[in-house]
């Protein structure tokens, strides 16, 4: 059984009904770590209750004027444009899913789960540290000595592109307009930041209808 570090995001949602149709997932935990867009949380809990998947959320806002000037969680402005341009280095949030994780095994460990599960993607790979392979291989070794029996890292979609993962949510029956990507965190998608664009690009890129709404 799999507790799911689960943001209420695309990927993070199409694992969530992964786990839950395979008949293992233990829990879903949400954390507010003082990110702007918040309300993805909202995503979260919906989906979560949707499949009947125990929920809860941990609010870590106060780590937020700890973690610098990242555009995520201070008054940086979230930056427009793709994935590989420059100035998306600025979304990234030190050692996020080093925080995340950590808690999440605590708690698998607390509910009596075997694994915790997040759903880092290959094109993740090129700007989040935490989320390319020699990362999670290094806190898999980690996490299986943490406690008297081992505790397992998931990462399904660590060599899939987003497009992979559409079409994976879109056999699993997602409904992809209860999730949440852009970054900043407005009434609707913004259509611009990186998240936005790389949305638009994966339903495009897997051939499935996008009901998201964008502003732009």
Known sequence: MALI?????????VLLYKLASEGRAAGALSINYGQKHVKELEFARFNAEKLG?????????CLAPLLG???????????DGDYD??????????????????????RA??????SVAYAAHGGDHAIYPDCRNEFADALAATLAL?????????????NFTKADIVKLGAELGVDFSKTWSCYKGGEAHCGTCGTCTERKMAFRDAGVEDPTEYMG
């Open 109 to 114: 460990i607390a509910i009596g789960a075997d």
């Open 53 to 61: 998947v125990p929920f809860q959320t941990l609010d870590l806002g």
């Open 146 to 158: 943490c406690h008297y029996e081992p505790i397992k890292l998931e990462r399904p979609f660590v």
């Open 69 to 79: 000037d990242n555009s995520l969680t201070s008054s940086t402005a979230v930056p």
């Open 85 to 106: 341009d420059e100035n998306m280095k600025s979304t990234v949030v030190p050692n996020r899913n080093m925080i995340m994780l950590s808690i999440a095994a605590a």
């Open 5 to 13: 570090i689960y943001s209420g995001g695309l990927d993070s949602t």
